[in-house]
Every structure is written in C-alpha cells, then in structure tokens.
C-alpha cells in the first residue's frame, strides 16, 4: 500500500487546511478528513508529469465506509488525472469523512500526487 503523509492545520480563525502526499508510487488511500462542520470545501489536485495518475476524492457517511466519490459543484467527479494539476474544484458533498485515493501511480511519472482540501464554515 501506499504511504500516505497526511497533514493539517487551521490557516485561520474557520479555516483548515488538510494535505495529502504520496511517498510511493504504490496506491492506496489517505486517512479520513472529518470536518462536517465546515460544509464549504474546495480541492486542489498537483499531479506528476508524465506516466499515468489516478486519484479520487471519495466520501462516506462511515469512517469504515462505504466510500464513493465525491462531485464538483458542476456536477463532475472528482477525478484527477496528470494532465489536471493545478485546478482549484468546489466540492458539492458533505460527508462527515472525506479521503484521497491513488487507483493509480506508475513510476514513469516525475513527482508523486499531491491533493490539498480546504474547509471553512464560510458561505460562497
């Protein structure tokens, strides 16, 4: 499985910001983020270069699941591939836990998937 650093810290006063980084080209999922209570949530994906990379966004009602992937607000599943970094995306959801999952990462990529969540109680 995956070795999966996850990080997260209050940016400021009803803001948090959880990150989530691969060590291994291996796949796997991220530890759960809990944060109902901050329903406004956006995601940043940065991808390798080259390869191929597949990471969900998945979320469940359960710590132990069943997880299923989340949407943006434009309806689209959060789904991200190599050729999407940088992409900021409005999560439509809002589970009580929410995690990254790597269905892939080849070792023809250059860097390792990095996917950022940003929660706040703030409305817009």
Same mark, same amino acid.
């Given at each position: 499985?995956a070795?999966?650093?996850?990080?997260?810290?209050?940016?400021r006063?009803?803001?948090?910001r959880?990150?989530?980084?691969?060590?291994?080209t291996?796949?796997?999922?991220?530890?759960?983020?809990?944060?109902?209570?901050?329903p406004?949530k956006?995601?940043?994906?940065?991808g390798?270069? =080259?390869?191929?990379?597949? *990471?969900?966004?998945?979320? #469940?009602?359960?710590?132990?699941?069943?997880? &299923?992937?989340? $949407?943006? %607000?434009?309806?689209?599943?959060?789904?991200?591939?190599d050729?999407s970094? =940088?992409v900021?995306y409005? *999560?439509?959801?809002?589970? #009580?836990f929410?995690?990254?999952?790597?269905? &892939?990462?080849? $070792?023809? %990529?250059t860097?390792?998937?990095?996917?950022?969540?940003?929660?706040?109680?703030?409305?817009?």
């Amino acid at each position: 499985t995956a070795v999966i650093l996850g990080g997260g810290e209050w940016m400021r006063h009803g803001v948090h910001r959880k990150r989530w980084e691969w060590t291994t080209t291996a796949t796997g999922f991220s530890d759960n983020l809990s944060a109902a209570h901050l329903p406004n949530k956006t995601v940043l994906f940065f991808g390798p270069s =080259g390869g191929q990379t597949n *990471v969900l966004l998945e979320g #469940a009602i359960y710590a132990s699941g069943p997880f &299923t992937t989340l $949407t943006s %607000a434009s309806g689209a599943s959060l789904t991200f591939t190599d050729a999407s970094p =940088g992409v900021l995306y409005k *999560v439509h959801e809002n589970p #009580a836990f929410i995690r990254a999952r790597a269905s &892939t990462v080849t $070792t023809g %990529a250059t860097g390792l998937p990095i996917v950022e969540i940003i929660s706040s109680h703030y409305a817009g």
